[in-house]
């Protein structure tokens, strides 16, 4: 296991041109977020009721927000816009996975020519496995959150929440872990030139399903090790040292979402091949 790290780790170095394109992306993504969330968020703090008020311009000013937000239109607009910020996240996310997977098949290419030849070859694909990742992922809310709003009307203590819920929410994290598994290895079959049949990457993700565990929860446990050290950092030498070490923490995470990824495709390569 520790020989396919060591192997994606070396893959991952040869793609800088990736994660820098998956870095600006999500700081894009971020910035634009912000200035949404802060477009609507402000001009209600500026409305609500200061300390000197009374308790009861408090209710009045949450009463009129009620009002406001089911007997009007003007949550629509706002509603326009997450639809068109998801659908955009939507088209994005498979575009870039696209340009990754194929950065990582063909070392040898160009990084900028490859990353663009991946996304016009696999964008069509990449985007159906999405949307399929994405309704396995959601179908068993369906199931899911009708038990919680039970438990949360029903429970007299947070800790009755707690031991009703956490078996659930335990067994669909692990199900959403392997859904995202699945997917990975099913984008690796696509892109590969020596595409093999489905019950052959199948056999292939059984025969090394603990190595490819293995493989995501250490890179996992080092990005959570690495998330708790920034943070810790940016707490005890608070000032220009913790500013440089924000600004360096996303791009450290998405060289991290490269080994990752890197990793288990070296796993893949390997075991394509050996068998």
């Not at 575009?95 to 964008?123: C, D, T, W």
Request: glycine share 6%.
């Amino acid at each position: 296991m520790l020989h396919f790290l060591r192997q994606g780790l070396m893959a991952a170095l040869k793609q800088p041109f990736a994660v820098c394109i998956l870095y600006l992306y999500q700081f894009a993504w971020g910035i634009l977020l912000y200035k949404f969330v802060q477009s609507v968020v402000v001009p209600l703090l500026h409305r609500y009721p200061g300390s000197d008020q009374p308790q009861s311009a408090v209710h009045l000013f949450l009463a009129e927000g009620q009002f406001r937000l089911f007997k009007t239109d003007l949550i629509q607009p706002y509603l326009w816009w997450i639809i068109l910020l998801l659908g955009i996240r939507m088209l994005l996310s498979p575009m870039l996975s696209a340009g990754v997977f194929y950065s990582l098949e063909h070392p040898n290419m160009n990084a900028g020519y490859r990353f663009v030849k991946g996304i016009r070859q696999l964008i069509l694909p990449f985007f159906g496995f999405y949307l399929l990742q994405t309704l396995l992922t959601l179908a068993p809310l369906y199931f899911l959150a009708p038990k919680a709003v039970h438990v949360f009307r029903e429970a007299i203590s947070y800790q009755e929440i707690l031991i009703s819920l956490l078996p659930a929410v335990f067994l669909y994290i692990l199900y959403v872990f392997l859904i995202q598994l699945f997917f990975l290895f099913l984008q690796f079959n696509q892109t590969s030139d020596t595409r093999t049949g489905f019950f052959n990457m199948l056999a292939v993700i059984m025969k090394q399903g603990l190595r490819i565990a293995g493989n995501a929860l250490l890179i996992a446990i080092l990005g959570g090790i690495l998330a708790v050290a920034a943070t810790t950092v940016s707490y005890v030498w608070a000032g220009f040292a913790a500013l440089i070490i924000q600004q360096l923490y996303p791009f450290l995470r998405m060289f991290l979402k490269m080994w990752s990824i890197a990793a288990q495709h070296q796993l893949w390569r390997s075991s394509r091949y050996s068998g």
